[in-house]
């Protein structure tokens, strides 16, 4: 934990076969603290006996703030094949664990329900502009008022490019994670 001060946003890994154990929420617990925002991934997918409704549910109850999947993964256990993106227009693959549209609604509803102006115009449109959807993104995660939930099996690497553009696209930079800090100082004065 001592490597908290240095990083932007942490990345809580939790066990799709064992779910959220005691050492997940002292991790997440540290991290909120710390004023970290957060990405949930759920790895091992290619594991035995997984019930992703319980490792969602378990991560939710830790959570404290709105956590929503961004993928969803294509199979579970020996079948896991890949994860399908809940932004995606593309077909919904076969053996989908989910579902695909009430992930993509529940993912935009949690985004447009952190800016008012996002929300009256995809509530009067049902769409919004993908630049000013990522930007709100941004924000929310930074803030530490969202966190996207990821599925992956590190050891297949399955997810994990998915992990890294989240990541690289919209956690805070460094440069954005010090402004932070240095507005924290000022207002703790």
Known sequence: MSALPAAE???LVVSAVSGVELNTVKSWNAARKAGLSGVIVVNKMDGDNIVVDDVLAGIREIAGISAVPFNLPAGQGANFKGVFDVFSDTATPAGLVGDAAAA??????AIVELDEALLEKYLEDGKVDAAQLAKTLAKAI???SLAPILFASAR??????ELLDIIANVAPSP????AWRR???????
Request: proline share 0%; charged share 40%; glycine share 10%.
């Open 142 to 144: 930074g803030e530490g």
């Open 156 to 161: 297949q690497e399955i997810g994990v490019a």
């Open 183 to 189: 507005r924290a100082r000022r207002r703790s004065r």
């Open 104 to 109: 993509h609604e529940e993912a935009m509803d």
């Open 175 to 178: 440069s954005a994670r010090s």
């Open 9 to 11: 946003t942490a990345v």
